[in-house]
């Protein structure tokens, strides 16, 4: 699709290009170390690493709004059964416990530590929720400018702060710990779970934000000046 | 502002569009406010270095588990928790937990430290090195909560009132403490200052 061809130079010293810009994303600055970078489209689906410090600077996978449309609606149906339903069952002093992520969290702000039970339920499952929602959310057209833009920061967040792949580790853990002390079946979460954990590496991968910023550039201009953050 | 002159060609930092850079001027794209360099991003990040630093001790200090069986309590703190999987015979297990709940962190505050000082001292840098410790900082950083996550499912786990009870002790705050702020202080820092040729970053924080 697109190759990067090589460096200009960095940001500061190349203002004698034209004021008309070039075509759509044949030149931009690496975010990490503000290399001026040419791009070359090619019909290739590599991505983009800057050239001097290697930070991906586009995918190359060609997605569109349907193909992450139907991750997300996947990602909302597998979240539910994989935070409520059981991920162990332990046998424990003559009794069966159910264990579930949502009753971790619960039971810790019961415990009154509302900031990691706050954190838990943030990294583990609200930051899932706010990605598929912000993302299905993103797939319609009836956002005003200011809406939309708030629209991506938070899929932006909400993609850094997604931590299924550490919790799917920490059950591990968990489940180590406990096998020696008690009497562990394995729960039905544990399926929902396992394709989570898959499902989003496939959203960080292919996920590709330029497309929703680039519509943008088709809504009313924004007025100058009237900058929020 | 030695090297740093308007018209600049620069990168919305929000939403990556290339535009020309004047003071106090707005991406017209996406209308966020446009810096050249993050403004006061090293201050930033030393001030969540230095809380995490000091939240470092009560951590690793205080308990971090309670298990309670008949009456009876027994508080583990992260490093006593690891040494008795050692003697459980889980070397595999308490590996992990020493490295994510304890290296990981001392890692991440060590390292981004040193990063910032080499920016503040200036001198040469070994550029592509350090972006290498940055990028590798930001792989490991969510690594870190691990521990939390295992501590919501032992609660959950073990949880027969008197008879058998885990809670969590007070260093589970502190812990989640250092892992948002070490997380907040590698976010703040802006990786263009290490690449400014000369290392007179002051000018450079507008």
């Not at chain 1, 609200?126 to 200011?146: E, K, Q, Y």
């Not at chain 1, 850094?160 to 002390?181: N, P, T």
Request: aromatic content about 8%.
């Amino acid at each position: 699709m697109q190759v990067v061809l090589g460096k200009v130079g960095t940001a500061q010293y190349s203002c004698a290009m034209n004021e008309t810009p070039a075509t759509e994303r044949s030149v931009m600055t690496c975010p990490s170390c503000d290399l001026v970078v040419i791009i070359e489209t090619l019909n290739t689906r590599a991505d983009g690493y800057c050239p001097r410090c290697a930070e991906h600077l586009f995918s190359g996978s060609q997605t569109s709004r349907r193909h992450h449309l139907a991750l997300a609606i996947t990602g909302l149906l597998l979240l539910w059964p994989s935070v409520v339903e059981n991920l162990f069952q332990l046998y424990l002093a003559g009794k069966m416990i159910d264990v579930t992520m949502l009753k971790g969290i619960l039971l810790l702000w019961r415990q009154d530590y509302w900031f990691v039970s706050g954190l838990v339920a943030w990294c583990g499952l609200l930051a899932p929720l706010g990605l598929f929602t912000g993302i299905i959310l993103l797939s319609v057209d009836i956002w005003p400018r200011r809406m939309l833009v708030s629209l991506l920061v938070l899929v932006n967040h909400c993609r850094e702060w997604s931590m299924v792949e550490v919790f799917v580790i920490s059950l591990m853990v968990a489940i180590f710990k406990l096998i020696d002390v008690a009497d562990l079946t394995l729960g039905p979460a544990l399926v929902p779970l396992a394709a989570l954990m898959m499902l989003i590496t496939l959203i960080h991968r292919l996920y590709d934000p330029e497309i929703y910023w680039r519509r943008l550039d088709l809504l009313p201009v924004h007025v100058e000046g009237r900058g929020d953050e | 502002m030695s090297k740093l002159q308007p018209p600049a060609l620069l990168g919305c930092h929000r939403c990556h569009k290339l535009v020309r850079w004047r003071e106090q001027s707005a991406c017209p794209r996406c209308g966020a406010h446009l810096h050249l360099r993050t403004p006061r991003s090293l201050s930033w990040t030393w001030a969540w270095l230095i809380s995490a630093s000091a939240l470092m001790l009560p951590a690793n200090l205080l308990p971090i588990t309670r298990l309670q069986t008949f009456g009876m309590v027994d508080e583990d703190t992260i490093f006593s928790g690891v040494m008795s999987l050692y003697r459980n015979d889980m070397p595999g297990i308490a590996t992990i937990v020493l490295v994510a709940s304890v290296i990981v962190p001392l890692f991440k505050i060590l390292g981004l430290s040193w990063i910032c000082l080499r920016l503040k001292v200036g001198g040469s840098l070994n550029q592509a090195g350090a972006m290498r410790l940055y990028r590798f900082i930001e792989f490991i950083g969510r690594w870190s909560i691990l521990d939390l996550f295992v501590i919501a499912l032992m609660m959950s786990a073990i949880d027969r009132g008197l008879l058998l009870n885990v809670t969590p002790g007070p260093a589970a705050t502190a812990f989640g403490g250092v892992v948002v702020l070490t997380l907040f202080a590698a976010k703040s820092l802006d990786t263009r200052l290490l690449w400014d040729q000369d290392n007179d970053n002051e000018s450079k924080e507008p």
